[in-house]
């Protein structure tokens, strides 16, 4: 028999016959999970001591535990543990090169992060000083020398268990989170498209085609890229934007479908669709609902001041409403309308550019122009996609305006 198997068998004898009861196959099928789960931990033993660590390797090797990483040089500890952590540590507090508090030390912020890394100090020298500074620097509990083997099967295996519940517990609450984050955005989404219902309905009333409020998120979208807002802004924009008119709703037929001219207590009830509008999305607890707010308050202001409902000026209308501004407006010149017929692009691209820095803000006048431009196919692509033309644009006349 070799020298090892010796000492192995010497292990076996010491082992009393029930010391790995219950530490085994279990009957329920759960139960048998956790059991691989726990067998399959990673255990990293620390000690100078190759004699040490081979005892350490036989007990626990006997009890089922195949996946265990040594090491003799304290050193390499850190970095052994950074490259894949551990689920335990069984770690000697008195080695050459470095001692176990420096290990300790050195581990303190993987423990810190780590969802629970037990260390177990295992050491001849177990004074209550001792004890008190591992136990301060981070150890979970100790192994005295020479070693009891039951009490270090016990041990090891209690402290799994401590581990195995944090990393379930993180999993569960990582799955709880998902969910809550699933569920809030189905709310916010089922909010949105009954706003968005809103929308229409109030859109049908005026608009035959009831594609409006569509192309004004699309192109708002694209204007807003052009304008390099963060892509969660220009998604945001694309879905908010559809919901600038929502506030029609309350705006009587009588108004809203009057063929001719409004007179000026008419024009004025028109113009409250805008604050109507912002009132039905107020309160909303989304980003979403909180730009569709700003938008639908916002849309009919003016760069030059003379807008409403506030009168407000230049940068002082958030940048949403100056942009769904531009983009409302070129929408409703490229389409029919009863009173209208539908603009062709290079008409309805002069009409914006002539209201650069009166109606509209010049970057976003700009952003539109940059998208037609004929040096620009990809922008040019973009708006046919929107508005399914197939002209081809002149920019001679805008540039002309210009
Ligand atoms: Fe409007």
Same mark, same amino acid.
Do not use: N
């Given at each position: 028999m070799s020298k090892e198997r010796e000492s192995d068998q010497r292990v076996r004898d010491r082992l009393p016959e029930n010391c790995l009861e219950g530490l085994e196959g279990r009957e329920n099928p759960e139960e048998k999970v956790d059991e691989i789960r726990l067998k399959a931990s990673r255990i990293l033993i620390v000690d100078d001591q190759p004699a040490n660590i081979g005892l350490l390797q036989r007990v626990l090797t006997r009890a089922g535990f195949q996946n265990l990483q040594t090491t003799t040089d304290p050193r390499e500890v850190a970095s052994l543990v950074d490259q894949e952590v551990p689920d335990l540590i069984l770690l000697d507090l008195w080695? %050459?090169?470095?001692? !176990?508090?420096?290990? *300790? +030390?050195? *581990? #303190? %912020?993987?423990?810190? @992060? #780590?969802?629970? *890394? %037990?260390?177990?100090?295992?050491? @001849?020298?177990? $004074? %209550?000083? $001792? =004890? @008190?500074? #591992? *136990?301060?620097? !981070? @150890? =979970?509990?100790?192994?005295? =020398?020479?070693? +009891?083997l039951v009490e270090v099967l016990l041990r090891i295996r209690n402290l799994l268990e401590t581990r195995h519940l944090y990393l379930e517990l993180q999993r569960q609450n990582e799955i709880l989170e998902a969910r809550v984050r699933e569920r809030t955005k189905e709310l916010e989404e089922a909010q949105i498209e009954v706003i968005d219902r809103l929308a229409r309905a109030a859109e049908y009333r005026d608009h035959s085609t009831g594609q409006h409020t569509r192309r004004v998120g699309e192109l708002s979208a694209l204007l807003a890229s052009v304008l390099e807002l963060p892509r969660e802004e220009v998604e945001l924009i694309r879905k908010a934007a559809p919901l600038h008119d929502v506030g029609k709703i309350s705006i009587s037929d009588a108004i809203l479908l009057k063929p001719g001219r409004l007179s000026p207590d008419e024009l004025e009830l028109n113009r409250a669709h805008t604050t109507l509008g912002a009132e039905l999305l107020s309160g909303g607890r989304f980003p979403l609902l909180k730009m569709a707010e700003e938008i639908a308050l916002t849309h009919h202001e003016r760069w030059d001041g003379k807008g409403y409902p506030r009168g407000l000026a230049g940068e002082e209308i958030p940048l949403t409403g100056r942009i769904v501004a531009v983009a409302d407006v070129f929408d409703a010149l490229v389409d029919e309308r009863p009173y209208k017929r539908a603009w062709t692009l290079e008409e309805a691209v002069a009409e914006i550019a002539k209201q650069r820095e009166k109606q509209f803000d010049p970057a976003v006048v700009d952003a539109l122009l940059y998208l037609v431009d004929t040096e620009n196919p990809k922008g040019r692509a973009m708006i046919r996609e929107i508005y399914d033309l197939d002209e081809v644009y002149d920019p001679e006349g805008i540039h002309a305006i210009r």
């Open positions: 080695m %050459p090169h470095m001692d !176990g508090f420096q290990v *300790l +030390d050195s *581990l #303190a %912020p993987i423990i810190t @992060a #780590a969802v629970y *890394l %037990p260390i177990l100090v295992v050491s @001849a020298d177990m $004074t %209550p000083e $001792t =004890k @008190a500074r #591992a *136990l301060s620097q !981070g @150890a =979970k509990d100790f192994l005295h =020398k020479p070693f +009891d």
